[in-house]
Structures are given as C-alpha cells and as structure tokens.
C-alpha cells in the first residue's frame, strides 16, 4: 500500500477517496490505499473540489485542498 494525507485550509471538509468517504477534516492520519490513480474529492459549505493523485508502494503523498 501507499498512504495519502489530506489537509485542509478550513476545518470540517468532507473528505472522499473514489467514493468512498473518510470523514471531515483534520483526518486521523495518512489513508492507506493501493498504489494507482486517486480521486480525492472535498466538500465545504455547497462548495466541492477534487485532485487525481497517484500513490506508490510504501510512500505517502500530500493533498491540501484551499478554500
């Protein structure tokens, strides 16, 4: 597996990874996910972004969405 941390600008973003969610931000910790195209997908106040990122074996990518 890769692992992925997601931040945020603002607090309280609802975090997905294809489809599925995470919860609202801050998160936990890194997500571990297989190595391969991600879409991560933020939702804040009727507002929605989203970022392919692709994660490696054994790395942990950044994503931090800005709102």
Known sequence: HGFLTVKSSVPGAII???GKSYG???LDGPI????????????????TQ????KT???ATGLVTLSW
């Open 50 to 53: 989203s970022v392919t990122v």
């Open 16 to 18: 997905s990874i294809d």
């Open 32 to 47: 571990a996910l297989p190595p391969g195209n991600h879409t991560v997908t933020g939702s804040l106040n009727g507002r």
């Open 24 to 26: 609202k931000t801050p």
């Open 56 to 58: 490696e074996a054994l």
